[in-house]
């Protein structure tokens, strides 16, 4: 089992900034890909960034490439989303996820952090 917990969320103007933190115990950490996912009030949920268990690859969704950047320190066991110049469109709850590897389902999943962005 993987224990995730995300925290950063809160309320932000647009074109203001957020990092957001993802906590993991259980397993080795470092043994697993992870993922941002988000979703919106009558939307279904969609992948935002995912980096692979070394952190050498990385991969993002379209509507956030160049303004979120995900990063992960393994010796701290997280995973951050840094959002900047963020936008109304933005505003969700904002989950972590891991999996073994992309060969495996996102199997393990953080409770949720709420972003709002104001215009």
């Known amino acids: 089992q993987v224990q995730l917990v995300e925290s950063g969320g809160g309320l932000v103007q647009a074109g203001g900034s957020l990092r957001l933190s993802c906590a993991a115990s259980?397993?080795?950490?470092?043994?697993?890909?992870m993922g941002w996912f988000r979703q919106a009030p009558g939307k279904e949920r969609e992948f935002v960034a995912g980096?692979?268990?070394?952190?050498?690859?990385?991969n993002y969704a379209n509507s956030v490439k160049g303004r979120f950047t995900i990063s992960r320190d393994n010796a701290k066991n997280t995973v951050y989303l840094q959002m900047n110049s963020l936008k109304p469109d933005d505003t969700a709850v904002y989950s972590c996820?891991?999996?073994?590897?992309?060969?495996?389902?996102?199997?393990?999943w953080g409770q949720g952090t709420q972003v709002t962005v104001s215009s």
């Open positions: 259980g397993r080795t950490f470092s043994n697993f890909d």
């Open positions: 980096i692979d268990r070394s952190g050498d690859s990385r």
């Open positions: 996820a891991a999996r073994r590897s992309a060969f495996f389902q996102w199997s393990y």
